[in-house]
Structure formats: C-alpha cells, structure tokens
C-alpha cells in the first residue's frame, strides 16, 4: 500500500487512473482536469492528480485533527471491498453495501435500525427462545440484511466530519445529504461525474480497482499516520503531568519561581 509519501505519478499510471470514460460519456465540467482525448477516451491529467491527493489528505488529517470521524462511501462492485477495508484499516466509518436514504440526514431513525438489529442479535445467541423454526429463519434473515447494510456504521452516534466518496455519480443522494448538512465531501471523480458538489476532488479513473486501491490506501495511510501521532503527543503530555505530580518537594522549591520570591523577601 502506497503511503502518502512515496505515491508517484508512475503509481498512478500504472494502476491506471488516468484513463477517463469515453468521449461520448463525459461531462464538460470535468474538462479542466482532463490532458487530451486519445482513441475517443479521456485521459486524465495525472500532475492535477498528485496535487489533488496531496490536497486531499491535508484536509483528511485536518479532520482527524479535530477529533471527528470519516466516512467511507463506495457501493458498486469495483469498490465495496477497498471502501471497507480502507475504512476498517484507519478505524473510520463506511458505507459499502447500499446507502439507505436518511443515513446522515436522519441519523435517529438509522440509529433505531441499529438498535433492532442488536436486539435481533441477543434473540438469536440465546437460541431464538419462544421461536418457532420458521420465526428463527425469517430473524436470522432479518438480521443478515441489516448487517450488511449498518455493519459499517454500527458505532456512528452522530454525523461525520467528512464524507470519502468513490463515485459521487452513483453516491449521489450521499453526497446531497452530506451537502445538505455542511458536511465537506472527497471524491474520487472521472471524467463522467459533476465536480461542482465536491469539495475535494480527485480526479481519476473511479472503475479501476487498482486505482481506487492506490488512492484510498494513501488516504487511509494518512489518517492512520495522524492518529498515531496524536496518540503519541497525547502519550508524552500524560507522562509529563506524571512527572510535575512526583517531582520531589526539594526540586520544586529550588526552582527559579520560588527563588526569585525569596529574594524579593529579602530585599
């Protein structure tokens, strides 16, 4: 996995995220980061690239900075499995299976799906007691269902700092929740897709799991580097409060506060 400091250009092309959709499918908007038009396809400019992922995890570490959390969208097939263990490998949210409308913008009736499938959950580890078989299959399919659906943000007790987004084409009711609630959004954006609605673009072939690899691995790398270097001040800031509360009476006496008040008494 690239991290975000050794990803180059030839990364990028190599896992093939400069190929665009074709002529045919484009959108205008998407012109300005687009190099040139070779066999009817678009290819992207691959320098706007890096300085967009550059800028991308800047505002990613911003983020987990502030203490708030990410999630990770991407639901079609080229992505689900990346979305997940991206977000999985940085502790962050995700959705991968299908985005259920109201998961931001109303979060308390998701929160209650939770709640059930929980509660379907103990019914099944205690033997489905007082259940007939077929009551048993039909919870047991219940419970697989909002699994798949709520497994990525069992733990999200309110609304994201930002929302990472793989095809904001096909996210796009996502996205409009998120816009709807001043969430900022980063995508991974081809030549197909409106950028307008996003705040972080990167542009880029959104097809090619080696790209959408490449990519979330170098953002998901960077929110895992802040963390562990939060953790890391967080740890030394404790170590020094220790040390203040063990320093010996002699020490704290001799220091240069209490010695400048001693002479001030003795003039």
């Not at 400091?5 to 995220?17: N, R």
């Not at 070779?38 to 550059?54: E, H, S, W």
């Not at 931001?104 to 929160?111: D, E, G, V, Y």
């Given at each position: 996995?690239?991290?975000r400091?050794?990803?180059?250009?030839?990364?990028?092309?190599?896992?093939?995220?400069h190929?665009?959709h074709?002529?045919?499918?484009?959108?205008?908007k998407?012109?300005?980061?687009?190099?040139?038009?070779?066999?009817?396809?678009?290819?992207?400019?691959?320098?706007?690239?890096?300085?967009?992922?550059?800028?991308?995890?800047?505002?990613?570490?911003?983020?987990v900075?502030?203490?708030k959390?990410?999630?990770f969208v991407?639901?079609?097939n080229?992505?689900?499995s990346?979305?997940?263990?991206?977000?999985?490998?940085?502790?962050?949210?995700?959705?991968?299976?299908?985005?259920?409308?109201?998961?931001?913008?109303?979060?308390?009736?998701?929160?209650q799906?939770?709640?059930?499938?929980?509660?379907?959950?103990?019914?099944?580890?205690t033997?489905g007691?007082?259940l007939?078989?077929?009551?048993l299959?039909?919870?047991?399919?219940?419970?697989?269902?909002?699994?798949?659906?709520?497994?990525?943000?069992r733990?999200?007790?309110?609304?994201?700092?930002?929302l990472?987004?793989?095809?904001?084409?096909?996210?796009h009711?996502?996205?409009k929740e998120?816009?709807?609630?001043?969430?900022?959004?980063?995508?991974?954006?081809?030549?197909?897709?409106?950028?307008?609605?996003?705040?972080?673009?990167?542009?880029?072939?959104?097809?090619?799991?080696?790209?959408?690899?490449?990519?979330?691995?170098?953002?998901?790398q960077?929110i895992?580097?802040?963390?562990?270097?939060?953790?890391?001040?967080?740890a030394?800031?404790?170590?020094k409060?220790?040390e203040e509360?063990?320093?010996?009476?002699?020490?704290?006496?001799?220091?240069p506060e209490?010695?400048?008040?001693?002479?001030?008494?003795?003039?």
């Open positions: 996995m690239a991290t400091e050794d990803i180059t250009i030839k990364d990028l092309l190599e896992s093939g995220a190929f665009g074709q002529k045919r499918r484009w959108n205008p998407m012109k300005r980061f687009i190099f040139e038009e070779r066999n009817g396809i678009y290819i992207i400019d691959l320098a706007k690239t890096m300085q967009q992922i550059r800028e991308a995890i800047k505002a990613v570490t911003e983020v900075a502030k203490r959390s990410i999630l991407g639901t079609k080229q992505a689900k990346t979305v997940r263990e991206s977000a999985e490998s940085c502790s962050e949210y995700y959705v991968s299976e299908r985005w259920l409308g109201g998961m931001l913008t109303n979060l308390t009736t998701i929160r799906s939770v709640k059930t499938l929980e509660r379907i959950e103990k019914q099944i580890a033997g007691e007082g007939t078989k077929k009551e299959s039909e919870l047991s399919k219940e419970q697989i269902k909002l699994d798949r659906n709520l497994s990525g943000i733990a999200m007790r309110k609304p994201p700092g930002l990472i987004v793989v095809d904001p084409s096909k996210e009711i996502a996205v998120a816009k709807k609630l001043g969430i900022p959004v980063l995508a991974l954006v081809d030549t197909n897709c409106d950028p307008d609605p996003i705040d972080y673009v990167i542009a880029c072939n959104d097809d090619a799991l080696k790209s959408i690899k490449l990519i979330l691995g170098a953002i998901s960077a895992t580097d802040k963390k562990s270097e939060m953790n890391i001040a967080l030394k800031g404790d170590e409060i220790q509360k063990i320093a010996p009476m002699g020490e704290m006496e001799n220091s209490v010695e400048e008040k001693g002479d001030e008494d003795n003039e």
